[in-house]
């Protein structure tokens, strides 16, 4: 069975520039959840959806947003880019949107320069 | 008070023997416990997850829940130098899938 797949797995942009991540979840999994992980903030909860609805959300700027497709995968963008947002983003399946088993991909390193 | 609390470490503790890591959370309407071992440049992997006050067990590892007092902990048996990592605890509250975590507690394992 395959795990969370994300991509792409490294890049590099510019301040200003907007970067779209995505995500596969688990087979069967309906709910995908994302993650902002800095060495100063560690890991914070930026948004989950289920069913393609947006279920919940984090305390980050509006330059943050996601979506979920009927298939289940996801895409998170970040638009004007700072360079506080070099992170790695780790998107989350999970097989019930209730908070069963939660799996993590291997993340995308984004930096920003 | 921060949601969930770790002691950072590191946790230094010999091959073979049992390495204790604890978590404090704050929300009594916390309803599941995860624990995750994160390599340097990983993403974080699950360990154990528990939901119900006790123990679970599950090879080397036994996840232990005490509602009432609020903290969950993780033993680790017969530590190997493969253990060494950061240890994350995450707590689950509500319907969604929003994990809350604490900062994590680097374990060294020591030849």
């Known amino acids: 069975k395959a795990g969370v797949t994300q991509t792409p797995r490294y890049l590099i942009k510019t301040r200003g520039q907007q970067v779209t991540l995505s995500c596969s979840p688990i087979?069967?999994?309906?709910?995908v959840s994302w993650y902002q992980q800095t060495p100063g903030q560690g890991l914070q909860f930026l948004f989950e959806?289920?069913?393609?609805?947006?279920?919940n959300k984090g305390n980050f700027p509006g330059r943050f947003s996601g979506r979920q497709f009927s298939n289940s995968r996801s895409e998170m963008n970040v638009s004007t880019l700072e360079l506080g947002d070099s992170a790695l983003y780790l998107c989350?399946?999970?097989?019930?949107?209730?908070?069963?088993?939660?799996?993590f991909g291997e993340g995308s390193w984004l930096t920003v320069v | 008070q921060k949601e969930v609390e770790q002691n950072s470490g590191p946790l230094s503790v010999p091959e073979g023997a049992i390495a204790s890591l604890n978590c404090t959370y704050s929300?009594?309407?916390?309803?599941?416990f995860f624990w995750y071992r994160q390599y340097s440049g990983k993403s974080p992997e699950l360990i154990m997850f528990?939901?119900?006050?006790g123990d679970k067990e599950d090879g080397r590892f036994t996840a232990q829940l005490n509602k009432a007092s609020q903290y969950v902990s993780l033993l680790i048996r017969d530590s190997q130098p493969s253990d060494s990592a950061t240890y994350l605890c995450?707590?689950?509250?509500?319907?969604?899938?929003?994990?809350?975590f604490g900062t994590g507690t680097r374990l060294q394992v020591t030849l």
């Open positions: 528990i939901y119900s006050n």
């Open positions: 959806y289920f069913s393609e609805t947006q279920r």
């Open positions: 989350a399946s999970s097989s019930q949107g209730s908070g069963n088993t939660i799996y």
């Open positions: 929300d009594r309407g916390s309803q599941s």
């Open positions: 087979s069967g999994h309906r709910s």
């Open positions: 995450a707590v689950l509250t509500g319907t969604a899938s929003k994990l809350t």
